[in-house]
């Protein structure tokens, strides 16, 4: 037969009982924040993989390394990857913690597409997903890139833009050097032949469509006239004007439209 134990008793069994559990939370708690501050615990190491060519890795851990803050346990790693992130040219970085006082970081750096030039000389790079990022332009080891001016916000739209035109403008042995975009949604183009595009507003696909219809036919609109041109307005919706080099003759009279 069970006997019934009164109220006092089994209240005082459970206090008992929760003072004990307790007791061993705190002592727990205790041990670990010991374990979590011993010496053997602090950061003794960092590895970097992936991109390095453009810091050393000395730069970037001198960069990066003040501002990292705790051990094995306590280190923020979305802290620490916002201080390699930081570190000019480093446009991702991954972090691993390995045990018990290394960190192994992973780094991708900006890749250059293009120079952003800034309304008040504050130029900038675009990288290969269309970003814009703060670098010495110094730094830049190819001389070729070509220039964008827009709104920040359609640099994306703007590299994607340069990319399908520069297979399209190829029969005309010409290159886009610089590209702009007005808040209106007007692009222009300079050629590295000195010859300026005027394209237009609308859909990226009306705008290509455009200059292939022009490509395909501006040599033979310009020996028609046995002169070369120096600028091309691509606004008109049945046809192009140009501007042709050289003195005005009745046969040639600067300008061409085609229907």
């Known amino acids: 037969m069970a006997v019934s134990l009164p109220p006092d008793v089994r209240v005082m069994n459970a206090t008992a009982v929760a003072v004990l559990a307790l007791s061993g939370c705190v002592l727990l708690a205790a041990g670990a924040a010991w374990v ?12 970097l993989e992936g991109d390095v060519s453009r810091n050393s890795v000395a730069t970037v851990r001198a960069n990066a390394t003040p501002k990292l803050a705790g051990n094995y346990f306590t280190l923020d790693l979305r802290n620490t990857r916002s201080a390699f992130e930081a570190v000019p040219w480093v446009r991702h970085a991954v972090v691993h913690r390995v045990w018990p006082n290394r960190l192994v970081v992973r780094l991708e750096e900006h890749r250059p597409a293009a120079v952003w030039k800034g309304d008040e000389g504050n ?27 827009g709104p920040e916000e359609e640099a994306a739209q703007m590299l994607a833009m340069y990319r399908r035109l520069v297979p399209l403008l190829g ?26 595009l005027a394209l237009g507003r609308g859909s990226d696909e009306e705008v290509l469509a455009r200059t292939a219809r022009f490509v395909r036919t501006v040599t033979q609109v310009a020996a028609r006239q046995r002169r070369a041109w120096d600028h091309a307005d691509l606004r008109h919706a049945d046809g192009y004007a140009l501007r042709l080099k050289g003195p005005v003759t009745p046969a040639a009279n600067g300008a061409t439209a085609l229907n």
């Not at 029969?171 to 300026?196: F, H, N």
């Open 123 to 149: 130029d900038r790079l675009v990288n290969s997903f269309g970003e814009i990022f703060e670098a010495n332009l110094g730094d830049v080891d190819d001389d070729r890139l070509p220039e964008f001016h």
């Open 36 to 47: 979590t501050r011993q010496p053997k615990f602090a950061i003794a190491s960092i590895r």
């Open 171 to 196: 029969p005309l042995d010409a290159t886009p050097v610089r590209i702009s975009l007005s808040g209106r949604g007007s692009w222009d183009v300079e050629l590295d032949t000195g010859a300026q």
